[in-house]
């Protein structure tokens, strides 16, 4: 199996420079600082590298539009927040390997020519920030980070910044408020935070999962990359593999790997004596996948039949309360929801208070015609994707009639 | 340490306010008034707009918080191992529902996924992870607090 | 550039946005979070929600610009869906408080949920079908979150209105530089508050309650306090109406901003049973004198060497303006003009003065002012505005309070005959009038300090420089030897509205860049026509047409200078004696606190 990421875990001491050289650590960074910057980016562009928090969005594009902003003040920021629901890959990077993330973050602010570059973090994540900061101090005392990083006229300051429990942090404009020590709302775009973000300037924020590969990709070229994955994405993906499983955890595999072959060879098939149901990959803002599309390949872009999202899989098994679960997304949503916009703040709430009713028997028809309204709220009309993240599951349940009290009447004027 | 003492040690640049409001929060369990004027003092901003940044993040209380705060993850993931169970164990221990604020002693609140999925349901009693919770097992953790 | 806008081609300016189009045009978009004195909109309330070719889905019009041969869809299936839900969510939360609320009838969310025909029943939970814990649940959940603030005797609020819309944050924000409110918490609790929950400690200007589209913010609602006045048969009641009042009150009864009602207003005021009902423009006036002689004073003694005296000499009028410089640049308070308001002047005349002249007991007065100003409701209670233990004013009432108490007693306003001031303390001349709008005072000043300078007569009576709306309005004034053979001066003075730009002023004076004689600031947009008690809505082009018809009243008053009104130069000929004069220093001017919290 062809393994990215996750390759050295075994073999490196975390937040050990020493050992993480031994790996052929920070090969990468000392050829990047003998590049061009527009050099990197190209490289970086030619992997097909993608945005591994869920969008997709190509990596190599996101620098080459900082890169362009005529604002030379610029950042970079690895996006360490990680907080949808079954996910802990990012924090599993930073535990295991901190360095690869380290090395990450320079040589990508190497290329967009950021002297300044943060990690910002959830705030949960006690070992994990005490593995980077001793890392952050290894590596510098190793001058792969701070002045004239390997011997060239390259300086790169790093923040670590800790996130005080917000998942809507996770997306960008909101974790570059949080920065600015603001209410973690998100922005209203445009600008773009690669045009206009912290503090003003040209910032580029990039998942953790994303930035790990970074230095493989400069080390062993674009092309070795590219030819990992499928037709549609390349390269490969973390999943948190999690439910009616028999071995629950985190598995590094090429994208285009179908969710079968990660439930039965990666995470060891089913649980005895339980029967698939569906399973939910991209966390709690993540489709539902019914047995029929158990052969996709998860993945980004229009053209998959299952985005890939965050990349944990909850596999539900046919014991399971469907309604219970409902009610662990809305919940979820509606804690998180920021309070900015009307549709989120107070459809979320509204959209509890019906599934709790759903669960506890009160479920009326003007409920039904209600939940119907607000999923629609909430899918067209939120100020930012949050609103359309919190009813993907629930838009699924419906689609495949798992709830029959939802189901829309065959002719609604009936 | 006093909030000055705290102030002191970071650089009063926008990015070290989150921390600072955290590093208060840990240190006397709460953002107060007095602190929030002390943080606006020191970054250069207004108690408004101090009040509302800190008030938005769970990890930091604006009131002083019970002596005994229980916490537990109510993810979808830990949802299927039944952690709603585990609320129920909690609320019927002490007599008191999920989110009610008015006893000062003890507050019992769900918590976002901590990706701690793998070992879960989690629950949290005064900052103490407990892994794999089972229903049965509450009041024995319980009583170690009481 | 044009733009397509439900299949019809509109011109457009470079920066506008789809809104600005829409609205020039007449197309109807509705909104709750945006207004125009408060850009850039936020986009939160999600109800301008319009369709274009460059957007998917959706897209808020009041923050997307207009861009060239962009197509815009206004109304369809989908607009018109997304608008119907989200006022059905905001409510939801508001549904059945319409009766009893202060904004009944002028509010933004009521006459939307009008428009859309939004029926209460969504999102409400059915009462029927709940057992009572959970409907008790319900309604502990509501409430839990319930927040108000009566700390303070101007601006009251209850944030079981609030629809979280932020103009009131923004409003404090960018227009006054004071930061009061932020939204605080987060998902459902989200709310607009102050620092912690706490009372509010501002300079009590109130443009939140003008910008508030409902009734979260709404002024102190005193009204029960003047009927108990009116109805108390041994108290003279005693009325003084702001000089700006009369030409914003019309508005509240459908009349064009700007119609000056002054006549209606004292009918109206004497049907609820006034005994006298004088006018703060003549006041406004006595303030003029005393501030203009001050203002020679301090130049004089300035020019002669004395340190201790200080420049520029700050107006003192607007209650904001002098409560932001107590709170915030406490060390300016030297800078103050030592006379009162014009609202303290009078009230300290009726309750000394006029009570001996009439031989009634000060205790049996009730002086009650009719102000465009929240601020001035604090200003009433300053104790060094007072004697004996007793205020000179004893009640503040707002415009929008007295329009709300007439048509609550069915007074029909319209229909009023005209009336009069009492002349005694009621006749004005046009310089006490202009005090309504911003540059008014300086114009009145200017007017007077000429005068009594130079012993000439001002050979042209407008200060253009001086008017207008422009932030801060700069003028450099020769004044010639004339006959009294003084040295000519230079006299550079300054206009400030709004308090972001007075700032800007007190932040030139702290670098000693600043070198103006004579400034003055008034805290709302526009000066009083723009204050904070002023009827809602307001909007530039609404304070323009009651700028416009003040200093037209101004031109059509035979008398135009402060120091020539009959009324004024029969006060101090009866009472005061001189302008500076110890009476004067007795009664009409006053003192300044530190209030900063640093003391």
């Avoid at chain 1, 409920?367 to 609103?387: A, Q, R, S, V």
Wanted: aromatic share 8%; with cysteine.
């Amino acid at each position: 199996m062809k393994k990215i990421i996750t390759k050295d875990w075994d073999k490196v001491i975390p937040a050990d420079v020493k050992s993480y050289q031994k790996n052929g650590g920070y090969i990468a960074l000392k050829k990047v600082t003998r590049m061009k910057p527009i050099e990197v980016i190209e490289e970086i562009s030619q992997s097909g590298l993608s945005g591994r928090g869920g969008a997709g969005f190509p990596t190599g594009k996101k620098l080459e539009i900082a890169t362009k902003q005529k604002d030379t003040e610029r950042y970079f920021i690895c996006n360490l927040d990680e907080s949808e629901p079954g996910t802990y890959k990012d924090r599993m990077i930073a535990e295991r390997n901190p360095h690869s993330l380290l090395e990450g973050i320079a040589i990508a602010s190497y290329a967009i020519g950021a002297k300044r570059a943060y990690i910002y973090i959830n705030g949960n994540f006690a070992l994990a920030r005490r593995m980077l900061d001793r890392a952050v101090e290894e590596a510098e005392k190793e001058n792969c980070l701070g002045k004239g990083i390997m011997g060239s006229l390259f300086d790169l300051e790093l923040t670590m910044v800790s996130g005080a429990g917000a998942y809507i942090c996770g997306e960008e404009s909101a974790l570059i408020n949080s920065i600015e020590g603001k209410r973690g709302e998100p922005r209203r775009r445009p600008p773009f935070v690669c045009e206009c973000g912290l503090f003003g300037h040209p910032t580029v924020v990039n998942n953790a999962e994303t930035i790990a590969s970074i230095a493989w990709i400069i080390k062993n070229g674009a092309p070795k990359y590219k030819k990992i994955g499928d037709n549609f994405n390349s390269g490969t993906k973390l999943f948190c593999i999690d439910g009616a499983i028999n071995s629950p955890g985190l598995y590094e595999a090429p994208l285009g790997t179908t969710v079968r072959e990660l439930i039965f060879e990666f995470a060891g098939g089913l649980r005895a004596g339980t029967e698939y149901w569906f399973a939910q990959i991209g966390g709690s803002a993540g489709h539902l996948i019914p047995i029929g599309l158990l052969d996709e390949g998860p993945g980004y872009g229009k053209d998959v039949k299952i985005p890939v999202g965050s990349g944990s899989i909850l596999v539900v098994d046919k014991s399971q309360d469907i309604k219970k679960l409902m009610l662990a997304w809305i919940r979820f949503f509606q804690r998180e929801s920021c309070g900015k916009c009307v549709p989120c703040r107070e459809g979320t709430f509204r959209l509890k208070a019906i599934i709790e009713r759903l669960n506890n028997g009160n479920f009326d028809e003007n409920d039904k015609e209600d939940f119907h309204k607000l999923i629609w709220t909430l899918d067209n009309t939120t100020y930012c994707p949050l609103g359309k993240f919190s009813v993907i599951a629930l838009k699924d349940v419906v689609k495949y009639k798992y709830v029959k009290e939802l189901n829309l009447s065959k002719n609604k004027s009936e | 340490m006093t909030i000055q003492k705290i102030l002191t040690k970071l650089e009063s640049k926008k990015e070290s306010l989150l921390g600072a409001a955290k590093e208060i929060n840990k240190e006397f369990g709460h953002v107060s008034p007095e602190a929030v004027d002390l943080l606006a003092d020191y970054f250069d901003m207004k108690p408004a707009e101090i009040y509302s940044a800190v008030s938005f993040y769970d990890h930091i209380n604006v009131r002083p918080p019970a002596s005994l705060t229980i916490r537990i993850c109510d993810g979808a993931n830990c949802s299927l191992k039944h952690s709603e169970k585990i609320i129920e164990e909690i609320e019927h221990f002490f007599g008191l529902r999920e989110g009610d604020d008015f006893n000062p002693k003890v507050r019992i609140e769900r918590e976002s996924c901590l990706g701690l999925c793998e070992v879960g349901p989690v629950m949290i009693v005064n900052g103490t992870v407990f892994e794999r919770v089972e229903a049965g097992r509450v009041g024995e953790i319980l009583n170690r607090y009481v | 550039m044009q733009i397509k806008i439900d299949g019809t081609i509109y011109d457009f300016e470079k920066g506008e946005t789809i809104l600005d189009v829409c609205r020039r045009n007449k197309i109807k978009i509705p909104t709750l979070c945006y207004h125009n004195d408060l850009l850039p909109a936020e986009g939160v309330c999600r109800l301008c929600l319009v369709k274009t070719d460059k957007h998917n889905g959706l897209t808020t019009s009041c923050n997307t610009k207009a861009t060239d041969m962009m197509e815009v869809i206004t109304n369809d299936e989908d607009i018109e869906k997304a608008r119907t839900y989200n006022l059905e969510l905001l409510w939801a939360d508001h549904a059945g408080k319409c009766a009893t609320c202060k904004r009944n009838g002028n509010c933004e969310l009521q006459d939307l949920a009008e428009d859309f025909k939004i029926d209460i029943k969504d999102f409400v939970p059915n009462v029927e079908q709940f057992e009572k814990e959970e409907q008790l649940k319900i309604l502990k959940d509501s409430l839990k979150n319930r927040i108000t603030d009566d700390g303070n005797p101007s601006i009251f609020r209850d944030n079981q209105y609030c629809i979280e819309c932020r103009r009131c944050i923004k409003a404090c924000k960018q227009i006054q530089t004071i930061g009061e409110y932020g939204m605080n918490h987060r998902s459902i609790k989200t709310s607009v508050g102050t620092a912690c929950e706490e009372p509010m400690d501002c300079i009590l200007c109130g443009q939140c309650t003008v910008y508030c589209p409902t009734a979260a913010i709404v002024e102190n609602d005193e009204t029960d306090k003047l009927e108990r006045f009116l109805s108390s048969k041994d108290k003279m009641k005693i009325f003084q109406v702001a000089p700006s009042v009369r030409f914003t009150f019309g508005e509240e009864f459908g009349y064009e901003p700007g119609t000056n009602v002054e006549k209606k207003i004292a009918t109206a005021l004497r049907k609820l049973g006034a005994d006298y009902v004088f006018d703060t423009s003549f006041s406004a006036d006595l303030t003029i004198m005393e501030e203009a002689n001050e203002l020679i004073e301090r130049i004089r003694a300035h020019l002669s060497g004395d340190k201790e005296i200080k420049l520029p000499m700050f107006t003192s009028c607007c209650p904001s303006w002098v409560l932001y410089v107590e709170k915030f640049w406490p060390q300016y308070l030297d800078h103050l003009s030592s006379a009162k308001s014009p609202m303290g002047m009078l009230g300290a005349m009726l309750k000394t003065h006029f009570a001996d002249k009439k031989k009634v007991n000060r205790q049996s007065i009730a002086s009650i002012s009719i102000m465009p100003c929240t601020a001035k409701k604090f200003e009433a209670q300053r104790k060094e505005l007072g004697r004996d233990g007793m205020q000179d004013t004893d009640l503040v009432i707002t415009t929008r309070e007295l329009a709300r108490y007439l048509k609550k007693r069915n007074i029909g306003f319209k229909e009023l005959e005209d009336g009069e001031f009492d002349q005694s303390l009621g006749m004005y001349s046009g310089a006490g009038v202009i005090f309504g709008s911003t540059g008014g005072v300086m114009e009145a000043a200017l007017r007077t300090a000429y005068e009594s300078l130079t012993c000439d007569e001002l050979p042209k009576l407008d200060f253009k420089g001086v008017r207008g709306m422009d932030g801060i309005r700069e003028a450099e004034i020769t004044i010639p030897k004339g006959k009294c053979n003084l040295k000519p001066i230079k006299l550079k003075v300054a206009v400030a509205n709004e308090i972001r730009n007075a700032k800007k002023i007190l932040e030139s004076l702290e670098k000693g860049e600043c070198d103006y004689h004579f400034v003055e600031v008034m805290a709302c947009p526009g000066g009083c026509l723009g204050g904070g008690g002023q009827p809602i809505p307001t909007n530039a082009e609404i304070r323009k047409k009651r700028m416009v018809a003040i200093y037209k009243r101004d031109k059509d008053s035979p008398i135009r200078k402060s120091h020539e009104n009959p009324a004024i130069k029969k006060i101090y000929e009866e009472f005061l004696k001189k302008p500076g004069g110890e009476m004067s220093e007795k009664y009409l001017h006053t003192y300044f606190t530190d209030r900063s919290k640093k003391k």
